[in-house]
């Protein structure tokens, strides 16, 4: 839908299904991209790094120790300033060893200056993913998203899902502009290609950009879900949802596919009285704190 001109990935469990079911799609073709077989998701980050700096509208997928793999790279497409998107299937970081889901291999990237949304269910793991490209690549913004979707609760699970028409996809997202990359300032001239800067240009440039870019990201992810909510009638609270929130006074505060049973509970408890909400966090980068403390203020 998004028309990926290059995908790179390297299977891992529970992400394999996604790579494997792209790699067939291109065989058959169905989808008009590049798929590049790599030795590792080291690799597989830096391919479409590469990809995406020569204008590329590039995609990948991990889980858990995968992503660690990747660890240095995230860090260069970040500060790179580097627009494009990538699936991460959040799996347990051993040891132990264990396949099965939760969070912490998506939270431990919080930092390294990507955009991280976490996704419900099928149907908004498409939709994130879809609107990540226009995100990313907003100028505003030149920034590398991750989607996380839950292991297995979502990655394996089969539910109907409801696709717009890629005429109306194409027209909503139209083929990248393979601008200059390596920007420090979006809207600037000036680049980095790597160089070693001093340090005021460092922190006091380089860093402030990325830090003003994430705050930005927060206008345009919610211009982005206003027309993705006209183009598909699906409608998302850009950064944060909260149900029966107006009167609460306990919330949970939950994100990814958990936030379905939680707000299950909810219901039961607000059937015996209790006034509780549910505060979900669509995305963690950038930070929703105005939403969190607007919808927790009075609880």
Request: proline share 6%; charged share 20%.
């Amino acid at each position: 839908m998004a028309r990926v001109n290059v995908i790179s990935a390297y299977p891992i469990t529970p992400q394999t299904l996604i790579v494997e079911r792209i790699s067939e799609m291109i065989d058959k073709g169905e989808l008009k991209a590049d798929y590049i077989r790599v030795e590792s998701e080291f690799a597989a980050l830096a391919t479409v790094y590469g990809a995406a700096s020569a204008g590329a509208r590039a995609f990948t997928a991990t889980s858990s120790h995968g992503l660690f793999y990747m660890y240095e790279m995230l860090w260069w497409a970040a500060a790179s300033r580097i627009p494009f998107v990538m699936a991460v299937v959040t799996r347990v970081v051993g040891p132990p060893w264990n396949i099965h889901n939760e969070h912490t291999d998506l939270l431990a990237i919080r930092d390294s200056g990507w955009i991280i949304g976490m996704a419900q269910n099928v149907q908004e793991a498409f939709d994130m993913t879809l609107t990540a490209f226009k995100i990313s690549e907003d100028e505003r913004v030149l920034l590398p998203v991750a989607v996380g979707l839950d292991g297995f609760v979502l990655s394996h699970t089969a539910e109907p899902l409801y696709i717009p028409s890629q005429d109306d996809v194409d027209a909503w997202l139209p083929p990248r502009n393979p601008r200059i990359p390596y920007v420090i300032e979006p809207g600037g001239e000036s680049i980095t290609m790597g160089n070693l800067p001093k340090d005021d240009v460092y922190h006091a440039l380089l860093k402030k950009y990325m830090d003003e870019s994430m705050e930005s990201a927060k206008k345009v992810i919610a211009e982005v879900y206003d027309e993705y909510g006209k183009l598909t009638g699906r409608n998302y609270g850009p950064l944060t949802e909260c149900y029966m929130c107006g009167d609460a006074k306990y919330i949970a505060v939950s994100m990814g596919a958990w936030s379905g049973d939680i707000l299950t509970a909810i219901e039961r408890l607000r059937d015996e009285g209790y006034p509780v909400g549910l505060l979900r966090l669509r995305y963690v980068r950038p930070f929703p704190e105005e939403d969190i403390i607007a919808w927790i203020n009075g609880a």
